[in-house]
């Protein structure tokens, strides 16, 4: 079966870097069509999509509006795996992480629907990231 874990969270000053990465296991990267995105949730708050990856639009990368320019996804077949790369960190980063998959064709949806968990089949169980003023 499908499963996602999660790692590489913890904690970090503002204007540090963090890398979590998202481990996939029961299909691969490279053989099927895909959409992985990362979420995340502070307390209190909904979750919100940050990033996708999407296989079935030629690997395109979306980025939702308070992390863009500041955070990298990528994935790599080799190890079965997402990164998401951030960079100048804030402390309103800090939430849970979550990494979240939906195998098939996704196409034409655009930036809003590749980022709605709805979208997401499997989830990880979430990374906690903490970022300290």
């Known amino acids: 079966q499908v499963q996602l874990v999660e790692s590489g969270g913890g904690s970090v000053q503002a204007g540090g870097s963090l890398i979590l990465a998202c481990t996939a296991s029961g299909f691969a990267l490279d053989d099927v069509s895909y959409a992985i995105a990362w979420f995340r949730q502070a307390p209190g708050k909904e979750r919100e999509g940050i990033s996708c990856i999407n296989s079935s639009e030629g690997g395109r990368k979306y980025y939702a509006d308070p992390v863009k320019g500041r955070f990298t996804i990528s994935s790599d077949d080799v190890k079965n795996t997402v990164f998401l790369e951030m960079k100048n960190v804030k402390p309103e980063d800090t939430a849970v992480y979550y990494c979240?998959?939906?195998?098939?064709?996704?196409?034409?949806?655009?930036?809003?629907?590749?980022?709605?968990?709805?979208?997401?089949?499997?989830w990880g169980q979430g990374t906690q990231v903490t970022v300290s003023s």
């Open positions: 979240a998959a939906v195998l098939g064709i996704n196409i034409g949806v655009g930036r809003q629907g590749m980022l709605e968990p709805g979208r997401y089949r499997y």
